[in-house]
């Protein structure tokens, strides 16, 4: 017991010892004071700082990601209140290292390996439309106009403002995919000429294998004003009108996150399930091998190694 409280209290000794030293190092040289600040890596990770014109970029994304291995890596990391950042454990491969943040437009790519300590420039959005490109695509998705609660129960099925909300988010469009996202906020010239975005709406989603459904869902609401909304929403965002809500950057422990994205597979099979444990026990087959249905996509069951 006194044994450990002396090397307890050594330990504080050496430790105060080391702030003082780094305080007085870093207040008088300059020199000095880059080699305590510098962000520690082991050769096996990326690391370093963003800065822009504004200074250290503070709860910002840095991706890495690589087409090097058998199919496309990515890992993502968050900058701390210096802009400092570590993506650790990174796979042997050469990476493409650049930053993605709120008020940002994407940086320039840097090749990197690990081992490496990277500088990386930020880039100020020049607006705030250049800036909403890259916020949630529900940010977008709440700009779509909802009938007024006083308007129901209108027709026999709606009988809710609730029940539409429920119909254009969880138990209808979101059911298959989230709406928002640029390619479903504009209306692609290829679609062809329509009198309004309205019928532009409606030949859209009777597009594509899931066309059956998705014509399925908008019937469940009142479908003319539905399709209207759907029109207004893509006119508004044409005519240059952006989210009411800007997204803040992670904050505190939201800092801490690390991402890993590996896919499954090419760009020409899609992946629609996977498995890795059975829910009702979640310790069934801990750091095992993740089970994974190609669906349509192609013939075999995928299986995803840890390496
Ligand atoms: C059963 C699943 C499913 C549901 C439900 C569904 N969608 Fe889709 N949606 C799809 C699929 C799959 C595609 C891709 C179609 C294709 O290109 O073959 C798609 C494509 C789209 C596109 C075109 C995107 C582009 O790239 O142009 C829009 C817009 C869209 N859906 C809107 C909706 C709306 C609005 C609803 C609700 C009324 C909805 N979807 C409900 C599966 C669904």
Known sequence: MRMKFVALGALAAVTSFALVLGYWISSTSPAASAVVKAVAIDSDDIGGTVTSDHGAEAGVWVIAETTDLPTKYAKIVVTDEKGQFVIPDLPRATYNVWVRGYGLVDSAKSRAMPGKILDLKAVAAPSDKAAAQYYPALYWYAMLKIPAKGEFPNSDPMKSQGRWLDIVKTDGCYT???????ATRTLPPALGKF?????????????????????????????????????DWTDRIAAGEIPFAKPSRPQGVERNVVVTLWDW?????????????DKRNPHVNAGGILYGSPEESSDGTLVFRRV
């Open 176 to 182: 298959c995919h989230q709406l928002g996202d640029a």
């Open 195 to 231: 009198h309004s975005s309205a019928d532009a709406w409606e030949r859209r989603i009777q597009s594509g294998q899931a066309s059956a459904s998705m014509a399925g869902a908008i019937s469940r609401v009142d479908t003319h004003h539905a399709l209207a909304l759907f029109g």
């Open 265 to 277: 597979n090419s760009p020409k099979a899609y992946l629609h399930d996977e498995i890795s444990t």
